[in-house]
């Protein structure tokens, strides 16, 4: 069942003089928020993991996995939690976004898909001979569920509820859209083995969360979603996510064929930047933003 999207409409968003002006920076303030809640929690946690053990807290990369899946998990947790006090003090107003009676089965849901479309492009890679998949000893699971719960939360957080959601509030829902999906594309930039083809592969699925988060109101289809397609890549699959090999461990292994264009196999940056997964991305964001436009989902309330 569907919950209406509240953009903010009392508090510091109150109509009035300059609202765009304090959406956005309360987008900034709220965003910063949510980071640091994240790693002063996950920090806390590994701190206190480490006290336990009775060994020295030196940083999260020397921390043993488990503590650090731990870490992310009451991370995540503190995000949430910061967010949702934050916007009931200064919005005024309740967090449909973080319905708790949604949750599980949103992530469920969001997990499924973005596994089967993910599935469904290295599918496509092997089948064309663009890429090898052959299978491996599984040989851990914490690193690939650390990473994937870290990106589908901290990502649709902020992509979604902060930035997506109080742009929309500041200067209407396309330019919020499109806006968002230039920031996170462009935002990856910067990973290893990124590329122009790359960065419009991640833009072309940007609808994707978006339109689950439309459809919904709530963000955990897109968490799941972020995640599973994340895990699925990475662990499941054994392909670079976004240029990192840190998913490793799963019982499969993909790998592009020497000699094929980047374009093609994936190349470095992992099946995502191929023109398999910017058809497919693309098809499932125009339907899922599709079916967003046309249950009313774009349409300015004012109450919202």
């Known amino acids: 069942m569907a919950t209406d999207i509240i953009l903010g ?5 109150a109509p009035g003089r ?3 002006l304090k959406a956005l920076s309360w987008m900034l303030v709220l965003a910063v928020l949510c980071i640091l809640a994240f790693n002063v929690a996950a920090d806390a946690t590994l701190r206190l993991s480490a006290m336990t053990s009775g060994s020295v807290f030196t940083s999260r990369a020397e921390a043993p996995t488990g503590a650090r899946l731990l870490a992310v998990l009451v991370g995540s947790v503190g995000m949430l939690a910061i967010y949702a006090l934050a916007v009931r003090v200064v919005e005024r107003r309740q ?32 089948a064309a001979g663009w890429v090898t998949v052959v299978s491996t000893p599984i040989t ?7 990473q994937s719960v870290q990106s589908g939360v901290i990502e649709e957080v902020l992509m979604r509820i902060i930035i997506f ?12 859209l499109i806006v968002t999906a230039l920031l996170f594309s462009g935002l990856h930039l ?6 122009v083809f790359s960065a419009l592969c991640l833009l072309a699925g940007e609808g994707i969360g978006t339109g689950l ?7 955990w289809m897109s968490i799941g979603m972020h995640a599973g397609w994340n895990f699925a890549q990475g662990w499941l699959f054994g392909g670079a996510v976004s ?19 980047a374009t093609l196999s994936g190349g470095g940056f992992g099946p995502e930047s191929s023109w398999a997964a910017l058809i497919i991305s693309l098809l499932a964001s125009l339907v899922l933003l599709g079916l967003s436009w046309k249950r009313g989902r774009f349409i300015p309330v004012a109450d919202r």
């Open 140 to 146: 851990e699971v914490a690193e690939s569920l650390k």
């Open 213 to 219: 988060y439309l459809l919904t109101g709530r963000v």
């Open 243 to 261: 240029g990192l090999d840190v998913f490793a461990g799963g019982p499969l292994l993909t790998r592009p064929v020497e000699g094929v264009a």
């Open 95 to 126: 967090i449909p976004e973080l319905g708790l009676r949604r949750m599980l089965p949103d992530l469920a849901g969001g997990t499924a898909i973005g596994g089967l479309l993910i599935a469904a492009i290295i599918g496509i890679l092997w």
């Open 190 to 195: 910067s990973n290893p083995d990124a590329t």
């Open 165 to 176: 959601r109080l742009l929309w509030r500041a200067v209407g829902v396309l330019p919020a």
């Open 18 to 20: 300059l609202r765009w």
């Open 9 to 13: 409409n009392a508090g510091w968003l």
